[in-house]
């Protein structure tokens, strides 16, 4: 088979809904899970969702090595990326052949293919360390300026991508409400116990770890990409006022442990190739790559193409029938470091990697306003509120505020690769201390 | 059953070894899990381990309910842990019958006891996220003087149990060897790729979550003490140089995320009941404790009783036959937090602690510098070596040193409750980037 022959414009589904147009077209082919029978794998396809043990049961894969099935029948995606990139994308070359307009298991198409609306996703994978990155310069800018005005970048950050280690426990998909956290905060009178008021979301891309390595061994930049398996949004949720008062010197914990939502489809590594482009060009006045970060391949399509959009929508808007509105515009384009550079970094002092860990890039924001990928950034630290069309102000987030984050790559003439969404909305912290 | 049988000095077992001096006497009944056949567990008593499954086969256990014994079949602590309070006491009780001179067992003592000398042991339990406190006071604050010689403690300090999420895939048992890792460091004509050059130990108390909590719901403080099923030895290895340069804003990544240890062995909270002892108590210029933080119960008796030691043997002191030599003694009553107060702070914005999380206290550090928990208190920041019997210096770790934590609870005229042996040493990064 031709290895490019899965994104190939002209290519048709024989499933319903699934054109060029639509997020999920034959040409996208993400990965999740239903939350059902324990978990259950399911490829998005159209208006649908193709249920993968169904194919498997009907034997529509049986041109998989019984390790590759055995993969597809798990519970969760941890075994799929697990499995090394040359497995993955038979997989996925496998699974464009049977959904192809002209293959014969259309005629099964009641028993594979499931409406995802009657059904909830699950996490896809059981993660077991995440990672949150700091890669989006411009929100590392706009956020510092708000703290350090004289001083918004730290030495480091154009030397090495920067990162900390947050909570996996409390990730949650799609879909789940978000608890506003009770927390110490710090005030004129000083530190008191209350909910946060200023709760804020952050626009960022996961990056969802492939077979990684043992303890010791570094990944090598001109490997790192084979080690993630696909990608998704996350909603790295934070409570501004609690991490303000809290991140010296160890850095964010309950400011962000409370809960982050990621979207349920892994857009895989392999429907992204169409859209590899070159990484951030760097300033004249920047230093140059230490020789572990800079590769001419990464440097040449180790970046994405990614378009990015926050929307939110109040109760208000909705007792009103408005529809959600659009708070930001960004592009992955404005990540400093590429996915590869920051993996590479990540297991550089031998950290490993287990399939299923997290990455997250920090928040992708635009130089300028029209992209804040925070409200930190859009009220300017909460002093100039933004106006949404039904005249109510916004600051932080209140209770109620659903915040939906979507992207898609396209080209004109093209196919679209949609993410889906990934959605939350925050509800009223309950009866704590 | 007398519920403080178990705690009585003149109770006995059959087991060789066993006697109140050791450090596993009947009192303790610390739980491990040997590393064969996917994970056994085993209890520590005298010089034996007791094979829990050969206990249960031989139905020494049929007392414990069905759940009870289902947990002691699993290949890994995260079952036991998940159990409530009373029915780890009620295990607790059943392997104390079953181990107790002129129990029926001692006939069965050739299936039932294995030597460790002859097994390796496993991590106890599957750690699904680690978390590392700050709770040494002495440490925050000469640590804090080398980096902020007029502010040590930041103004949060007296106020919350502040903490951030580390790494869990990198934590391994006793014994394992620890890979110095290359990084980024500062130097005078700027960053430089490297292997850290100025390795470090920390000395801390790890704590074993119970069964924790939904995401959402705080545990409060008088409940906090039920779910922490039990406590090790931790060895925070930093690396220094790396650690300076990453770490601001987001606090330590890399220069922690390399290897962590943990002792083998879990010290139940009902075998340290007799070493509960007050809380620090809090010099009157520091602030009240919020109400969150506040129990009678907790500062009565919410402190542990607990002996610390670090020793260092470099391979120059093996080649010579020299034995290990002590580097530092410190005690649990240097923590300014305590465990409870810890795992309040934790959960109060409503994260979710689950069976198996593993929380540190921090390095523990005494006033003076006869208990530095670290090297970096020890020399000054590396500036004031230390020389060690062998007339070998150090300023930070050599490739070859090997570091132990060990720890015990005593009481004249008493039993002796050890914590047996956290584990590391250094050898040298090999051939990365």
Tied chains: 1, 2.
């Excluded at 909570?167 to 116990?193: F, M, N, Y």
Aim: glycine share 10%; aromatic share 6%.
């Amino acid at each position: 088979m031709n290895p490019d022959h899965t994104h190939e414009v002209h290519c048709r589904s024989w499933v319903p809904g699934s054109t060029t147009h639509a997020d999920f077209p034959l040409q996208n082919l993400p990965l999740g899970v239903l939350d059902e029978s324990g978990g259950r794998i399911v490829v998005a396809i159209g208006d649908y969702a193709l249920d993968v043990q169904a194919a498997l049961h009907l034997q529509c894969l049986d041109d998989l090595a019984c390790h590759e099935q055995h993969a597809l029948h798990a519970h969760n995606l941890n075994d799929w990326m697990a499995l090394d990139a040359h497995a993955r994308r038979r997989i996925r070359h496998a699974l464009f052949a049977l959904l192809e307009h002209g293959n014969s298991a259309a005629q099964h198409g009641d028993r594979l293919l499931l409406d995802p609306r009657k059904h909830r996703m699950a996490l896809p994978a059981h993660i077991g360390d995440y990672t949150d990155f700091y890669s989006g310069i411009h929100h590392a800018m706009k956020a510092g300026v708000l703290f350090r005005p004289d001083n918004p970048l730290l030495p480091n950050y154009k030397y090495l991508p920067i990162a900390y280690h947050g909570r996996a426990s409390s990730i949650k998909v799609s879909g789940e409400p978000v608890c506003r956290p009770h927390g110490q905060v710090h005030t004129d009178e000083g530190p008191r116990l209350q909910p946060s008021a200023r709760m804020d979301f952050e626009l960022e891309l996961a990056m969802w770890a492939g077979p990684g390595n043992a303890l010791g061994d570094a990944i090598p930049l001109e490997r790192a990409h084979e080690h993630i398996a696909g990608y998704g949004l996350f909603n790295d949720w934070s409570a501004r006022d609690i991490q303000a008062w809290e991140y010296r010197p160890l850095g964010p914990f309950q400011g962000k442990n409370f809960a982050s939502t990621v979207s349920p489809w892994i857009i895989t590594a392999d429907a992204l190739v169409p859209f590899r482009r070159s990484a951030m060009a760097r300033p004249a006045d920047h230093p140059a790559l230490m020789d572990y970060l800079n590769n001419e391949r990464d440097q040449a399509q180790g970046g994405l193409d990614i378009q990015l959009e926050v929307s939110i929508s109040t109760s208000t808007m909705r007792d009103r029938g408005l529809p959600a509105c659009r708070l930001a515009q960004s592009h992955t384009s404005h990540l400093y470091w590429t996915p590869a550079q920051m993996l590479a970094q990540h297991t550089l002092g031998g950290c490993n990697l287990r399939p299923g860990d997290l990455m997250a890039s920090g928040t992708i924001s635009t130089p300028d306003h029209t992209g804040d990928g925070s409200l930190l950034e859009m009220t300017a630290g909460g002093v100039a509120p933004i106006t949404l069309p039904s005249g109510e102000q916004r600051a932080f987030l209140h209770d109620g505020d659903e915040i939906t984050l979507t992207a898609y790559c396209e080209r004109p003439g093209g196919y679209r690769i949609g993410f889906g969404e990934c959605r939350g909305r925050i509800i009223c912290a309950a009866g704590r201390p």
